[in-house]
């Protein structure tokens, strides 16, 4: 196909590359009104950007059609991460492949000197972040002099990020007569600021909207209670079995803790966030390309830059920021008019704010409750019988090995282990506690552990005793498994914890073994009843103004999956005042939380100096 108004090179490129019509951005980009001019485009993520510019500056690039022999660029484009320069790289790359320009790139975190003798070697097109284009330019290694034309994309989130001083010292050692464009998803009043004083009689271009805008995302809320948010996350991973899934997180930790624990549960997924390295980087989305990884697990860092062809699933498991981020998240999907789906996870206490933020958006979201176990065993069902009924070919090999079968099994025992082969590659789907549409009932409690036995544990929260490495401990001493492990109480000097009565023979009988070297240490032995007097300790030292003390001394710690939010249940029930609400899941890792400064050690969100109430 012959496209209007394009050097023949480029022409051929987008031919080559499947594109039988330009977007609506790199159209508008392309018309005579836009030629030669400065521009301000506002355009939805994932609309084709990136080979937007790449045409919109090609009179400055090409020669009568060929590439300038000048070694000083012509162009150069700021992106804010390192992702996305990269990803603009590898596009304009294959864009100008026939045209022979030679294109440099500068980011943060590879190595500065092979940059240095590329761009000694000279390179018509620069892609940088600019933290390492202002590094390069001081030292001259990056000569601005003869630049054409300026691109800065995603200029929002640039100054979003601190990089005023740096694009503005890149600016002003570019000449005056060159080209300034300015690319991104939004246009808040610093970038209209920007436009006014590093552009003349610019053209203002809008696509957002158009064609496009959210209609190939479709959003979805779930509401979930604040322990089952990790649930959430697995089932929605299962339900929708996306060849390439994104989850992101609000911190590295978080990335960490859900990226150990997936793991753990048996999905293929690697981690990306700010404390990993490019190559480490790289090394992750390439694993997401080549199928060897299908979920991701992210910081904001991941939220521009990356486009990986098949990704169809993006999970907020924390909330963004705001409506902006959440649009830039979620437009990781939904790109180059393929189908997508956005999935926020909200604790029900915030769903005010995701209305809100979601109105800001102007967009429509189905609020649905959270896939069940028999949810996701009913889509199963569905993909296994449309996966076996799909005709192959059969080689004569496997229809004599099916033929073996059938002399020594029946064709229903057949059918019956080929499904149990296939489930047994998939991680199990949680059974959630509450679906977030109400708060949880103030007599509730765990079915089968009202009859539970309590064990005692000669640590407590002066030994540093947390349900993150105790529940592991229990598990591994008295051969039982989460789902074994009710409350675990944690007093100054010991814990407390509820086994289920089914469990205690077996759990009784491993813990009479001596420990490992690790935990040995550790004695476990059966208590007398509840824990009343590790409460009536705890409280002593409240009083006495013991290391444990202050309001929270009296009430001990409570991991157990499903704890009354108000704490208002028995003696000794609930979290501790001022720690957080809804306790702890079942592995006994803290929930994801979207709001307040993060837990002590001890659990407790403790109050900045000078605002205690009067």
């Known amino acids: 196909m012959t496209f209007e108004n394009l050097p023949p090179l480029l022409d051929e490129a987008l031919t080559a590359r499947g594109y039988t019509a330009l977007t609506p951005v790199q159209s508008a980009v392309m018309t005579a009104e836009a030629e030669g001019r400065d521009l301000v485009v506002s355009a939805q993520t994932g609309s084709g950007k990136t080979v937007a510019f790449g045409l919109a500056m090609a009179p400055q690039i090409l020669d009568g059609g060929l590439v300038s022999l000048a070694r000083e660029p012509a162009a150069l484009i700021i992106a804010p991460t390192r992702e996305l320069a990269l990803q603009v790289s590898r596009e304009l790359m294959w864009l100008y492949a026939k045209a022979g320009v030679r294109i440099a790139t500068c980011v943060g975190g590879m190595d500065a000197s092979k940059e240095r003798r590329t761009l000694n070697q000279g390179a018509q097109i620069v892609v940088g972040t600019p933290g390492r284009l202002r590094d390069h330019l001081e030292r001259g290694a990056l000569d601005l002099s003869a630049l054409k034309v300026a691109i800065l994309d995603e200029a929002d989130e640039m100054l979003d990020m601190g990089f005023r001083e740096e694009l503005e010292e890149i600016l002003n050692a570019t000449p005056e007569g060159r080209r300034t464009l300015l690319f991104s998803a939004t246009m808040p009043k610093p970038i209209v600021s920007l436009a006014k004083r590093y552009q003349q009689d610019a053209l203002r271009i809008s696509t957002v909207g158009e064609d496009r805008g959210h ?39 978080n990335v960490r803790r859900l990226h150990a624990s997936l793991t753990e549960r048996g999905f293929n997924v690697v981690a990306l966030s700010g404390e990993h390295s490019q190559s480490e980087r790289n090394q992750a989305l390439q694993a997401l390309r080549d199928r060897r990884a299908r979920v991701c697990v992210a910081t904001d860092v991941a939220a521009r830059g990356i486009d ?16 902006e981020g959440l649009q830039h998240r979620s437009g990781r999907t939904g790109r180059a008019g393929r189908k997508g789906t956005a999935v926020l996870i909200v604790p029900y206490q915030r769903r005010k704010r995701v209305e809100s933020m979601l109105r800001g958006a102007k967009i429509e979201a189905d609020w649905i409750k959270v896939p069940t176990a028999a949810d996701i065993r009913a889509k199963d069902h569905e993909r296994l019988l449309e996966t076996l009924l799909t005709p192959v070919e059969v080689e004569d090999e496997d229809r004599a090995l099916g033929a073996k079968l059938l002399e020594t099994m029946s064709a229903e025992d057949i059918a019956a282990a080929l499904v149990r082969v296939h489930r047994a590659k998939m991680p199990q789907a949680e059974d959630m506690l509450d679906d977030g549409t109400r708060e949880r009932p103030r007599d509730d409690h765990r079915a089968g552990f009202d009859d539970s036995v309590w064990f005692k544990l000669n640590v407590g929260r002066r030994n540093n005793a947390d349900p993150k490495w105790i529940l592991p401990l229990l598990c591994r001493r008295g051969g039982v498994t989460k789902n074994d492990i009710g409350a675990i109480r944690i007093a100054a000097n010991e814990t407390h914890v509820g086994i289920a009565a089914a469990a205690v023979a077996k759990f009784a009988k491993a813990i009479a073994q001596p420990g490992h070297d690790e935990d040995n240490d550790v004695e476990i032995v059966q208590a007398n009843g509840p824990p009343r007097e590790a409460a009536r300790e705890n409280k002593r030292m409240g009083r006495d103004g013991g290391r444990d003390g202050g309001r929270d001394g009296g009430r001990p710690q409570r991991a157990q999956l499903g704890v ?18 809804g306790g702890s899941n079942r592995d006994g890792v803290r929930p994801f939380r979207n709001d307040g400064p993060p837990p002590s050690k001890h659990g407790v969100r403790h109050k900045a100096k000078g605002n205690r109430p009067r």
């Open 308 to 323: 990986l062809p098949n990704l169809s699933l993006v999970v907020h498991v924390e909330l963004p920021r705001d409506a």
């Open 215 to 253: 209609g190939d995302i479709s959003y979805q809320v779930v509401t979930v209670a604040p322990p089952d948010i990790e649930n959430a996350v697995v089932n929605l991973l299962r339900l929708h079995e996306a060849e390439t899934a994104i989850l992101f997180c609000a911190t590295r930790e």
């Open 564 to 581: 009354n939010p108000r704490g208002d249940g028995p003696r000794g029930d609930g979290p501790p005042r001022g720690g957080p609400r």
